[in-house]
């Protein structure tokens, strides 16, 4: 019996373990881009500060999610940008944010395709991938 529940255990930590969301790039935004442009990808920021709630929602609820994480890896390389840390004020300004969570959706040379304000959920965030 305690070899089954050990198997069983296993098995289901190494499912959740594969189940991933959006994997964010630890970089620059310059170094963001070049990986974009050598992967041929699109680029997903979320603009995001430490005080607001509904960026933590997004954070937690939507950007962990295995079906949104399988869409935004695949199409993009995926910036979190604190707008109010390091590069984050100018590139906030860059495109235009003034609300949070501000979501932006730019081509590899960071020309912007679409800019969405406001928190989204899973049907939304997928919709807007395509």
């Known amino acids: 019996m305690r070899i089954i529940i050990t198997i069983a255990m296993l098995v289901v930590l190494s499912v959740s373990a594969s189940a991933q969301g959006i994997k964010f790039f630890e970089g620059s935004y310059a170094e963001a881009q070049a990986k974009a442009q050598a992967e041929g990808k699109a680029i997903f920021m979320d603009f995001y500060t430490a005080w607001c709630g509904p960026c933590k929602m997004m954070a937690k609820k939507y ?7 399988s869409v935004y890896n695949t199409k993009y390389i995926c910036l979190k940008v604190d707008a109010e840390k390091g590069e984050g004020p100018k590139l906030a300004k860059k495109y235009g944010v003034n609300a949070y969570p501000t979501l932006v959706y730019a081509k590899a040379d960071g020309t912007p395709t679409n800019v969405v304000k406001g928190a989204k959920n899973e049907e939304e965030l997928l919709n807007l991938a395509k």
């Open 63 to 69: 950007f962990t999610l295995e079906t949104v994480g």
